[in-house]
């Protein structure tokens, strides 16, 4: 299994930015993906999951109504669009997923939100 983050960077409150995920190694297709960040000097919070079809998707209360998180299971990728953000989502943002009782993650991508 591998996961790779993109799309991380340095933006300004009330920007945007599109991170991707890009997965190989597992049947993308029959699995859900998820978000999580971790912001500076703090755990590991769950962002946003989506179901294998992209039929379902749940969102932390955070950043219910500005991020957006879709699939493309052709490209056997997963995106999180996120808009209006706020200094406190800057954090390292990862794709996840779980297979056979197995977590797997990505290396991560930085999102620094800063005037």
């Known amino acids: 299994v591998q996961l790779v983050e993109s799309g991380g960077g340095l933006v300004q409150p009330g920007e945007s930015l599109r991170l991707s995920c890009a997965a190989s190694?597992?049947?993308?297709?029959?699995?859900?993906m998820t978000w999580h960040r971790q912001p500076p000097g703090k755990e590991r919070e769950l962002v946003a999951t989506?179901?294998?079809?992209?039929?379902?998707?749940n969102y932390a209360d955070s950043v219910k109504g500005r991020f957006t998180i879709s699939r493309d299971n052709a490209k056997k990728t997963v995106y999180l669009q996120m808009n209006s953000l706020k200094p406190e989502d800057t954090a390292v943002y990862y794709c996840?997923?779980?297979?056979?009782?197995?977590?797997?993650w990505g290396q991560g991508t930085q999102v620094i939100v800063s005037s």
């Open positions: 996840g997923t779980t297979r056979l009782g197995v977590t797997y």
């Open positions: 190694g597992f049947p993308f297709s029959i699995y859900a």
């Open positions: 989506i179901t294998n079809a992209g039929g379902s998707t």
